[in-house]
Nanobody, 119 residues
Framework: QVQLVESGGDLVQPGGSLRLSCAAS????????MGWYRQAPGKRRELVAT???????NYADSVKGRFAISRDDAQNTVLLQMNGLKPEDTAVYYC?????????????WGQGTQVTVSS
């Protein structure tokens, strides 16, 4: 059984910073791609950033230069450092991990963490 636990969401003023964390636990071989997505009220879930096992990153245009995704494979964790936060970054943020269970790779989602950017 694999579990993902997210943390780090909070209320922050515009221009502030937050760091989101997502840790996987359970029995699995390793983690391939990792990513963060977000969903604002009334909107579809959208990609924020992804990070492959090989280190390739991909960012949404709206967060380039402000957000940074990283991984700690020893801790089975993906992080999202968010700087220069704007009100339009307000959303529930979800981590997504592609986890290898033996011969297969399974897509797992975190429970979501609320980020609110407001003065």
């Amino acid at each position: 059984q694999v579990q993902l636990v997210e943390s780090g969401g909070d209320l922050v003023q515009p221009g502030g910073s937050l760091r989101l964390s997502c840790a996987a636990s359970g029995s699995f071989v390793n983690i391939n791609d990792m990513g963060w997505y977000r969903q604002a009220p009334g909107k579809r879930r959208e990609l924020v950033a992804t990070l492959s096992r090989g280190g390739n990153t991909n960012y949404a245009d709206s967060v380039k230069g402000r957000f940074a995704i990283s991984r700690d494979d020893a801790q089975n964790t993906v992080l999202l450092q968010m700087n220069g936060l704007k009100p339009e970054d307000t959303a529930v943020y979800y981590c997504n991990l592609q986890i290898r269970l033996g011969p297969s790779i399974v897509n797992y989602w975190g429970q979501g963490t609320q980020v609110t950017v407001s003065s």
